[in-house]
């Protein structure tokens, strides 16, 4: 009906009386409106792309300038030593403007170059923190000029882009150091031997020609990693997605840019991202059914209490039912990548079936309203791991893993969202759902406030907050557009592929073993306290849990940002060093004291924090392999060196969820708000997945997760390794005068 509406609205015709135009007011109004608002977001895009490009400085301050010198100079006085009388020889009526655009321009393209020559100095990560620890004269300096030339004016999100180093490419020797150091603990004595002959054939060898080549590409491109980082190991994966793994410094925001609107397609060979500039509405999944919903009303976001109702309209409508392959239509998102692109190809390139998946792809993001309940207690571990293995896989059906994120909104109004990786880290997800929370907890009042998330794309002002009822703030005096329910003719070849992706991913699924540990008896208050890093104490504790768990050390993967560089995303840190082995042998043995383990224990998360610190710096040893072995691929080049060292398993893959990201979210004041973090699925068949998150100063969560087909691992037994090694690396230090003070 709205298409057949819109076809007349407009309509001319001739006859011998003349012309008769006929139009309908009120849909060329909404045809004025949508334009208005495109136009709208353009010229504020425009105008948020030049204030980026100018900072630190300000069009104000641009202004302000050009005024200044103009007042200066009429006043009598020449501020530019005869550049203006010079330039007033071609432009007369203009001298004075040009020549203060040209010296304004001048000066901020100097201040964006020394802001990225500062940016490029990272000694200031390896000083020593804490108290009683001395600031080196060098990294005074550097905190004053980066405050003297950055402290303009508040910057927005892609301020400091330009002025953000690239990714450093390390050398080649230095890097063949680092990856023997790192899997000494792990090789025995001529199976070492070995394996440092092929490092040095490589190192004298063929990699010197593959280095040449990546030193071309760290010239050439932005991040001489990210690219082939998200293509070959995101995109070019064919196995399914359900399952998968200091304020002064600025980070990288390019990541944030497709957080909405965005979408993984499958192909054959390779997906691709989908990223569109703007969506106007979400796609929305209930007992089985897709709506479309719109989000925005006569070219403004729609307000809380107009969203309310939207969803409202979904839950009440029982009179429709899912059509056939509806309900499980997700799993084929979950499917492998080959099969569901050749399905999304055959079944879905035309017709309703077409149009429908192009509504949920081309969505902001898809809202699940979950039937079933989510519970939050700590005392209850079943209630825990339900909720975190919902919140993983769902049942497989239910989620559109292709989408940048589900939010899942169960019937007691818990929620918690599933996030697909390729777009984007954990880290970005994570901070865009922390920053959510605050601000609803931040402006929950009766005043009219400004929607941070949307200030610079529309100058609408919303209630947030909710009544003694739990209904949102405000009165709707609006008739909204509907929610309208998708259509889908499937044929019976199509609905028998979808049943059968839904029970592979129901195979998948239920082969994961995930568990949420709950540790609340000390948190990173203790870990400070013993004058180690928080991180590095638990990755330590990682270690002695698994070598008790599997009697042997393993390679070990924690992943690290490098978001300190233009387009960074991740780089691996290795926990399992000498030091950290000889630790964890030194807690089995009890001839050895408590000093002499603590002692170890410090040098081991030393090794481990310095470890940390090299990934972000762009010290690595994985990404720069990886790369490497890229290249070896091009040039069709078989090494054996890359062949055994990318072959090995990371049977222990760890990752830890950032929290407090915003300074917004005050958990003392509000506890109900912590969050658990999330899980993914083990990289190896016989290994663990943990992510963890420290909650707080006596709070820690982990994600522990296995496969259940595998004889060597047991998702709860690990969780219970965990708990022990934490609560023996306390007594340590509790012990008396073997604090090591």
């Known amino acids: 009906m709205a298409e057949a509406h819109s076809a007349v609205a407009f309509s001319l015709s001739v006859s011998h009386d003349g012309f008769n135009l006929n139009f309908d007011r009120e849909v060329l109004h909404l045809i004025w409106l949508s334009g208005k608002r495109s136009w709208r977001k353009r010229g504020q895009r425009i105008y948020n792309n030049v204030s980026c490009g100018i900072y630190p400085g300000s069009l104000k301050g641009l202004t302000v300038s050009v005024a200044a010198l103009g007042s200066v100079y009429y006043a009598g006085y020449d501020p530019t030593v005869g550049l203006i009388p010079w330039m007033r020889c071609y432009l007369p009526r203009f001298s004075c403007s040009v020549v203060g655009v040209g010296l304004w321009g001048a000066t901020i393209f100097t201040v964006r170059n020394l802001l990225k020559l500062l940016f490029q100095y990272k000694g200031w990560m390896f000083e020593q923190r804490g108290k009683g620890s001395r600031t080196s004269l060098a990294q005074r300096l550097w905190y004053m000029a980066v405050k003297l030339f950055s402290g303009w004016n508040k910057p927005m999100l892609y301020s400091f882009q330009g002025s953000l180093p690239s990714l450093p490419l390390p050398h080649l020797e230095a890097y063949m150091q680092r990856y023997l150091r790192s899997v000494r603990p792990l090789r025995e004595d001529a199976d070492y031997i070995r394996l440092e002959k092929l490092a040095t054939e490589f190192q004298q060898g063929i990699g010197r020609k593959l280095q040449r080549y990546l030193v071309l590409k760290s010239w050439w491109a932005t991040n001489y990693v990210s690219d082939w980082w998200e293509e070959y190991v995101y995109l070019r994966g064919r196995t399914p997605i359900m399952i998968m793994i200091q304020g002064l410094v600025p980070l990288c925001s390019w990541q944030y840019e497709r957080v909405f609107n965005t979408t993984r397609l499958p192909g054959e060979e390779t997906d691709r991202i989908q990223h569109l500039d703007d969506s106007t509405w979400i796609a929305v999944y209930y007992k089985g059914r897709y709506y479309r919903m719109p989000v925005y009303y006569k070219a403004r976001l729609m307000e809380p209490g107009e969203l309310q109702i939207q969803f409202q309209r979904i839950l ?125 907890l931040e402006h929950g009042s009766d005043a009219p406030i400004m929607g941070h998330m949307w200030e610079y794309i529309l100058a609408e002002e919303y209630f947030l907050g909710y009544d003694g009822a739990g209904n949102t703030k405000g009165t709707v005096e609006v008739e909204l557009p509907h929610p309208t329910r998708l259509k889908w003719a499937m044929e019976k070849e199509c609905l028998e592929t979808i049943e059968y992706a839904s029970q592979c991913a129901l195979a998948l699924l239920n082969d994961v073993d995930l568990k949420l540990l709950v540790f609340d008896t000390y948190g990173k208050g203790f870990m400070k306290s013993c004058k180690v890093s928080p991180d590095a104490f638990i990755q330590m504790a990682l270690q002695l849990a698994y070598f008790r768990d599997a009697g042997r050390f393993n390679l070990t993967y924690e992943a690290s940002m490098t978001r300190l560089f233009k387009e960074g995303r991740t780089e691996t840190v290795r926990p399992c060093s000498l030091e950290s082995c000889a630790w964890v042998q030194a807690m089995e043995d009890n001839s050895i004291p408590a000093e002499e383990k603590i002692s170890l224990l410090r040098k081991a998360c030393f090794q481990h924090q310095k470890g940390y610190q090299d990934a972000m710096v762009g010290c690595g040893i994985d990404r720069h392999l990886f790369c490497l072995y890229v290249i070896s691929k091009y040039l069709e080049i078989d090494s054996p060196f890359l062949k055994e060292v990318l072959s090995e398993p990371w049977r222990l893959s760890t990752s830890q969820t950032p929290h407090g990201q915003t300074s917004k979210l005050d958990l003392t004041a509000h506890p109900d708000c912590i969050s658990a973090g999330g899980g993914f699925g083990p990289v190896a068949d016989d290994g663990y997945g943990v992510s963890y998150i420290i909650a707080g100063e006596d709070l820690i969560f982990f994600h522990v997760s296995s496969k259940k087909s595998s004889p060597e691992t047991e998702s709860t037994r690990f969780s219970n390794n965990i708990r022990k090694a934490l609560e023996d690396m306390r007594s340590l230090f509790a012990i008396p005068n073997a604090n090591g003070v």
């Open 316 to 440: 009440d409508d029982a009179t429709s039912v899912p059509e056939k392959g509806e309900e499980k239509l997700a799993a084929l998102t979950a499917w492998d990548r080959t099969n569901w692109a050749k399905t999304r190809q055959q079944y879905f390139a035309k017709g309703p079936n077409r149009v429908s998946l192009d509504i949920i792809e081309k969505a902001a993001f898809v809202v699940t309203l979950d039937e079933d309940e989510y519970e939050f207690d700590k005392q209850e571990p079943k209630k825990l791991n339900h909720f975190a293995q919902r919140m993983l896989h769902g049942n497989g059906y239910d989620r559109w893993f292709d989408k940048s994120f589900t939010l899942v909104i169960a019937k007691n109004g818990r929620m918690g969202f599933n996030a697909e990786h390729s777009w984007a880290d954990a880290a970005v997800a994570s901070h865009m759902w922390e920053f959510v929370l605050a601000e609803d």
